[in-house]
């Protein structure tokens, strides 16, 4: 059974970066496609990423995410990043990764804050 753990968020100001990570703890990882979501507060969780087992990579359309964050993986390490850049405050948020297409047990996700 494969287990994601979330972690790299923190307090960031506007226009700053963060890189977030998604460690597997299961086997087979290299052959899992992995995406990235995020929820803030009242929202409904909003799907951002997905990276194949190649590395093939497909975004959200979202206007407000398109071209400032960037995911990818190394299996060598067993995990996904998502790297972002000129962070909002918008995108203060909890971010989680999860197997794509069919979700494991989310787990409980780093938060990220983007405050100046």
């Known amino acids: 059974q494969v287990q994601l753990v979330e972690s790299g968020g923190g307090l960031v100001q506007p226009g700053g970066s963060l890189k977030l990570s998604c460690a597997s703890s299961?086997?087979?990882?290299?052959?899992?496609?992995i995406a990235w979501y995020r929820q803030a507060p009242g929202k409904q969780r909003q799907w951002l990423a997905t990276?194949?087992?190649?590395?093939?990579?497909?975004?959200t359309d979202s206007d407000s995410v398109k071209g400032r964050f960037t995911i990818s993986r190394d299996n060598t390490k067993d995990t996904v990043y998502l790297q972002m850049n000129s962070l909002k405050p918008e995108d203060t948020a909890v971010y989680y990764c999860?197997?794509?297409?069919?979700?494991?047990?989310w787990g409980q996700g780093t938060q990220v804050t983007v405050s100046a």
């Open positions: 990276i194949n087992p190649v590395g093939s990579t497909t975004y």
């Open positions: 999860n197997q794509a297409y069919t979700p494991l047990a």
């Open positions: 299961g086997s087979t990882f290299s052959a899992r496609s």
